[in-house]
């Protein structure tokens, strides 16, 4: 029989939410009070993450942030500063010690990658898992990723390009230099892609939710079901979005 793993289908949330319940979700499965769990996620409004090693005033645009409305929020996961715009971002928790989880860092991503790998093909898009945290389609990024790993229990989430804006992007996080903006708009319009720029039309969230879900069930050999945040996770959310992610002092910490 299969292992059986908790689907959440959270919907659109702040960035700040967004952050909140992949942390509790995390600290729940640490504590062995939740199964495995993959959760389907969109950003509303739009955000800026940045990884927590990075500081927000040299990453981040925030005049411009709060004038268009923009969230911005540190993540508890390294990488880049990221926008969140057209995606259907996902989240993995596991443990450590779990067998389909490798104790290399550089493995265990090659892993989930594989499940997301799979999500696309599902709705017609070749795709391959470039290292360290990137999946490409046609040698362009669809994917980035980022994982964290604390009482023994793993964190990684990632987005799943659905359309991109580029100059948006542009117009909310810094670059080194005004005068090469315009070349490194180039630069990324023809690095990155997105499922409607391969596939030349709309899908929706659902249906690509549908397809990474069983993306997973195929990567993991598992059964994926429609589970509900607990009420301790619901509380830990409220905890950790007020006292952390919504907070001034974890934002602008470096």
């Not at 700040?16 to 996620?41: E, G, L, Q, W």
Request: hydrophobic share 35%.
């Amino acid at each position: 029989m299969s292992e059986k793993w908790r689907l959440l289908q959270t919907g659109y949330k702040n960035a700040y939410t967004n952050m909140a319940i992949d942390r509790a979700v995390m600290v729940s499965h640490s504590m062995k009070a939740v199964p495995p769990t993959v959760r389907f996620y969109g950003w509303k409004p739009s955000a800026i993450s940045i990884g927590y090693f990075q500081s927000l005033d040299d990453e981040v645009e925030l005049e411009t942030c709060n004038k268009l409305k923009i969230d911005y929020v540190r993540r508890i996961t390294g990488g880049g500063a990221v926008f969140h715009d057209n995606e259907l971002t996902y989240s993995i928790v596991i443990s450590e010690s779990h067998p389909s989880i490798s104790k290399n860092i550089l493995d265990s991503y090659g892993r989930i990658c594989g499940a997301i790998v799979k999500g696309l093909n599902n709705i017609g898009i070749e795709s391959i898992y470039a290292p360290i945290n990137d999946i490409i389609s046609n040698g362009k990024k669809i994917s980035g990723n980022a994982q964290t790993r604390k009482k023994k229990t793993v964190l990684q989430h990632g987005t799943i390009l659905t359309d991109v804006d580029v100059e948006k992007m542009f117009s909310v996080l810094k670059v080194p230099n005004e005068k090469i903006k315009d070349k490194l708009i180039s630069n990324v319009k023809e690095r990155v892609t997105s499922i409607k720029h391969i596939l030349g039309e709309d899908i929706s969230f659902n249906e690509i939710a549908d397809s990474m879900k069983k993306g997973f069930e195929e990567e993991f050999n598992i059964d994926l079901y429609k589970g509900e945040l607990t009420k301790e996770e619901m509380e830990l959310t409220k905890k950790f979005e007020n006292e952390c992610f919504s907070s001034y002092d974890w934002n602008h910490r470096r």
